[in-house]
Nanobody, 123 residues
Framework: QVQLVESGGGSVQAGGSLKLSCAVS???????WAWFRQAPGKRREGVAV???????RVEDSVRGRFTISSDNAKNILYLQMDNLQPEDTALYYC???????????????????WGQGTQVTVS
C-alpha cells in the first residue's frame, strides 16, 4: 500500500512563502509526482508535475512563483511556493501516477495515489 503524507501547510500573509513536503512510502510504480490543490467549491486542479528523472512542468497560474522538486534518495516531493496570494488558498494534495496522461494532462483522473492534503491559507 503506497502512502503519501503531506506537511508544511499553514497561514501566511500575501507575498509570503511556504514549502510543502510529501513523504512517499514507495514510488516504484509511479513515474510522475504531482501537486494539486482544491479551494472550497472548486474542482481539484493540477499545479505542477515532476517526472521521476527530472523534467518538471508548472501550470500557468503559478509559473514563476511555485517550484516543484524532489529528493529521490529520501522519497520526498516538494513544492516551494513564493509570493503567495489569497487566490492560492486551498487544500494542497500530492499524488502519484504512471500513465503518460498524468504528464500531458495533469488531470486528477490520471493519478492513482493521493495524500490527505495540507491546508494553505493566504490572507
Amino acid at each position: 500500500q503506497v502512502q503519501l503524507v503531506e506537511s508544511g501547510g499553514g497561514s501566511v500573509q500575501a507575498g509570503g512563502s511556504l514549502k510543502l513536503s510529501c513523504a512517499v512510502s514507495d514510488y516504484s510504480f509511479s513515474r510522475y509526482w504531482a501537486w494539486f490543490r482544491q479551494a472550497p467549491g472548486k474542482r481539484r486542479e493540477g499545479v505542477a508535475v515532476l517526472e521521476r528523472y527530472g523534467a518538471t512542468r508548472v501550470e500557468d497560474s503559478v509559473r514563476g512563483r511555485f517550484t516543484i522538486s524532489s529528493d529521490n534518495a529520501k522519497n520526498i516531493l516538494y513544492l516551494q511556493m513564493d509570493n503567495l496570494q489569497p487566490e492560492d488558498t486551498a487544500l494542497y494534495y500530492c499524488a502519484l501516477g504512471s500513465s503518460t496522461s498524468a504528464w500531458t494532462t495533469l488531470s486528477a483522473s490520471a493519478f492513482v495515489y493521493w495524500g490527505q492534503g495540507t491546508q494553505v491559507t493566504v490572507s
